[in-house]
């Protein structure tokens, strides 16, 4: 077929010219099938009829007339619409299929794995999940520079991730590819804190400092590596790489007597010790030479075994060396109430428990027989003041103590060989029918004036003017000084809210009387008997104590004191309401009163 406007050749069928798109068109048979469509009727064949035989030239010429009959039917034409190409949509349906297969490829690269690898490949920023796998890509190629890198910006990226252990693993792996063992060290230390209780970082740490020979540093790590896997290997390890803890041949604990204490090493290493809890071993330690001697007290021992630069764990006792403790004195007076002055004896009876405490020596008679020695050395001192006795106090010396007259106690220690203490016996009596003087107290009064009360004019009155009279500070009493000086002494006045009172007084005037009519001149026995006296013996520094009153804390006393081989003195004291403390003195020199104060003191 041809198409009539342009003159090609068309295939046979064609609806539109495809050169020019023209509509073809041409004659359909309508008997065919759409002419069935239609409704009408295909042409029957005929039925085969017996025809005289015609010769085939007559033939040719009679179907010559039904070629030119078929030629003449008419053609039925069919027009097709012409449809133009729009080429502005096919490029932008184009350029849009480019853009979305773009953002595809970024999203892919941006969001997935595989595209955040490819990144990494690249050397473009990627995630931490893509670095620590290119890193591996990059160890298992042997590039390890390269890989140490990528794992690193890894780790900057995220260093908390849940699975930061393993990926640290292939960091510290790199860092021992590479030679780097001290950087692999510190990995495998921060692995350690990632994850205490896990083994492989705390090993290969071990592994290294093995192979750098840190001993001394290895047994630290160890006993760190343990506390915190609770593996005991790592224990097994460390006691397999130091010296032996030493021993001793004592049991720590409470021991009787002194004892001699061995220290004992397994390798037999050198022993360096510490009495006592402060020091560093073995730095501040002594070498040990020899059996250690341990008096009474307790006692902390500390020892390591050295060997070489390795030291062994600490040894540490505790040992608590107790003497034996001696019993009471024993009075031969029961307490109550006599008419008449007693003698009391003080005996001592050696108890039960000391001769079981002899017992620990059995083994040992040497020992046992000057342990025996110093229990039965015994030392008794007593008091009849009411103060507790102590080593200075009399000594009980067998011939008895004779009570004084009123209410008495009667206090008594004893003291063994290695200078223990029994408990305090106290005894408590009343003796009738025997004069006692008072204790020194606030109506006593030197030579007719009060402490405290007398004024300064009043005083002047009395005695005369001054030979100077000068304003001092006195830390003893609070408000202004002022003292007075007089040929036979002085006298000292504080300013309080009515004027100078009078709160010292010192004179060595004979005509001046002293309470109770003392007076210089009065030998020691004339002055003590105008006041309390117990009677007791004086004591180790030649001191005697005259009275103590408990029931004021102690605070209204009197003593003698024994100050060189010619001088002594005697003080009485009470203390007022006020809170301050008057003192009476007087100074004797070879038993007699030489000079007498009397002072008032408020601290």
């Known amino acids: 077929m041809v198409c009539k406007k342009c003159g090609q050749l068309l295939k046979d069928g064609a609806m539109v010219c495809e050169y020019c798109g023209t509509e073809v068109s041409y004659y359909r048979n309508n008997a065919g099938l759409q002419g069935r469509r239609q409704g009408k009727q295909a042409p029957q064949p005929q039925q085969k009829q017996n025809l005289p035989q015609i010769d085939p030239d007559s033939r040719k010429a009679q179907e010559m007339p039904q070629e030119e009959e078929k030629q003449a039917q008419p053609v039925h034409t069919y027009k097709v619409r012409k449809v133009m190409i729009n080429w502005v949509a096919v490029a932008i349906a184009i350029a849009a299929l480019f853009f979305v297969a773009l953002v595809a490829g970024f999203v892919f690269l941006k969001v997935t794995d595989p595209g955040q690898l490819i990144l990494a490949r690249m050397g473009k920023e990627a995630n931490a999940t893509a670095m620590?796998?290119?890193?591996?890509?990059?160890?298992?190629?042997?590039?390890?520079?390269?890989?140490?890198?990528?794992?690193?910006?890894?780790?900057?990226?995220?260093?908390?991730?849940?699975?930061?252990?393993?990926?640290?693993?292939?960091?510290?792996?790199?860092?021992?590819?590479?030679?780097?063992?001290?950087?692999?060290?510190?990995?495998?230390?921060?692995?350690?804190?990632?994850?205490?209780?896990?083994?492989?970082?705390?090993?290969?740490?071990?592994?290294?400092?093995?192979?750098?020979?840190?001993?001394?540093?290895?047994?630290?790590?160890?006993?760190?590596?343990?506390?915190?896997?609770?593996?005991?290997?790592?224990?097994?390890?460390?006691?397999?790489?130091?010296?032996?803890?030493?021993?001793?041949?004592?049991?720590?604990?409470?021991?009787?007597?002194?004892?001699?204490?061995?220290?004992?090493?397994?390798?037999?290493?050198?022993?360096?010790?510490?009495?006592?809890?402060?020091?560093?071993?073995?730095?501040?330690?002594?070498?040990?030479?020899?059996?250690?001697?341990?008096?009474?007290?307790?006692?902390?021992?500390?020892?390591?075994?050295?060997?070489?630069?390795?030291?062994?764990?600490?040894?540490?006792?505790?040992?608590?060396?107790?003497?034996?403790?001696?019993?009471?004195?024993?009075?031969?007076?029961?307490?109550?109430?006599?008419?008449?002055?007693?003698?009391?004896?003080?005996?001592?009876?050696?108890?039960?428990?000391?001769?079981?405490?002899?017992?620990?020596?059995?083994?040992?008679?040497?020992?046992?027989?000057?342990?025996?020695?110093?229990?039965?050395?015994?030392?008794?001192?007593?008091?009849?003041?009411?103060?507790?006795?102590?080593?200075?106090?009399?000594?009980?010396?067998?011939?008895?103590?004779?009570?004084?007259?009123?209410?008495?106690?009667?206090?008594?220690?004893?003291?063994?060989?290695?200078?223990?203490?029994?408990?305090?016996?106290?005894?408590?009596?009343?003796?009738?029918?025997?004069?006692?003087?008072?204790?020194?107290?606030?109506?006593?009064?030197?030579?007719?004036?009060?402490?405290?009360?007398?004024?300064?004019?009043?005083?002047?009155?009395?005695?005369?003017?001054?030979?100077?009279?000068?304003?001092?500070?006195?830390?003893?009493?609070?408000?202004?000084?002022?003292?007075?000086?007089y040929n036979w002494g002085e006298a000292k006045f504080v300013m309080i809210s009515t004027g100078y009172v009078l709160y010292s007084l010192d004179t060595g005037n004979s005509a001046m009387v002293g309470p109770r009519k003392t007076k210089i001149g009065q030998k020691e026995e004339e002055v003590t008997a105008m006041f309390r006296d117990m009677g007791q013996a004086h004591d180790q520094n030649g001191d005697r104590s005259l009275y103590w009153n408990d029931q004021n804390n102690g605070n209204d006393k009197g003593k003698l004191f024994h100050l060189d081989d010619t001088h002594d003195r005697i003080d009485y004291s009470y203390v007022r309401e006020d809170g301050g403390t008057v003192t009476m003195s007087y100074y004797l020199e070879n038993g007699v009163v030489q000079r007498m104060s009397i002072r008032y003191r408020l601290l």
């Open 132 to 485: 620590w796998a290119y890193g591996q890509e990059l160890l298992d190629q042997g590039y390890i520079d390269r890989s140490i890198e990528a794992f690193n910006k890894a780790y900057e990226q995220e260093p908390d991730r849940e699975d930061i252990y393993a990926h640290l693993q292939q960091l510290a792996d790199a860092y021992e590819a590479g030679g780097y063992i001290g950087k692999a060290e510190e990995t495998y230390r921060l692995m350690t804190t990632v994850n205490k209780e896990k083994t492989s970082a705390w090993r290969s740490v071990v592994r290294i400092m093995q192979d750098q020979d840190r001993k001394m540093e290895l047994a630290t790590y160890l006993t760190e590596a343990y506390e915190n896997t609770k593996d005991s290997s790592f224990r097994r390890q460390r006691e397999e790489l130091l010296p032996s803890t030493p021993t001793t041949d004592l049991e720590a604990g409470t021991r009787m007597y002194a004892r001699d204490v061995a220290i004992l090493s397994k390798e037999d290493y050198e022993i360096y010790y510490i009495l006592g809890e402060e020091g560093i071993l073995p730095e501040d330690g002594t070498l040990y030479e020899g059996p250690i001697h341990l008096e009474e007290g307790v006692h902390v021992l500390r020892a390591v075994a050295v060997s070489n630069d390795l030291i062994s764990d600490e040894m540490m006792l505790k040992y608590n060396i107790t003497l034996p403790v001696p019993s009471a004195p024993y009075p031969s007076l029961a307490p109550g109430t006599y008419e008449q002055r007693q003698r009391v004896r003080l005996k001592y009876l050696k108890t039960e428990d000391e001769e079981m405490q002899l017992d620990y020596l059995k083994n040992d008679p040497v020992a046992r027989a000057e342990a025996e020695q110093k229990q039965n050395d015994i030392t008794m001192y007593y008091t009849l003041d009411g103060q507790t006795p102590t080593s200075n106090s009399p000594i009980y010396e067998g011939d008895g103590i004779l009570m004084p007259g009123g209410y008495v106690i009667l206090k008594a220690v004893s003291v063994n060989g290695y200078g223990k203490v029994s408990n305090v016996l106290e005894r408590k009596y009343k003796i009738n029918n025997v004069p006692f003087k008072k204790f020194f107290n606030n109506t006593d009064e030197m030579a007719d004036v009060t402490i405290m009360k007398t004024t300064r004019d009043q005083f002047i009155k009395k005695f005369g003017q001054p030979n100077e009279e000068v304003e001092t500070e006195d830390a003893t009493v609070r408000g202004v000084t002022l003292k007075m000086t």
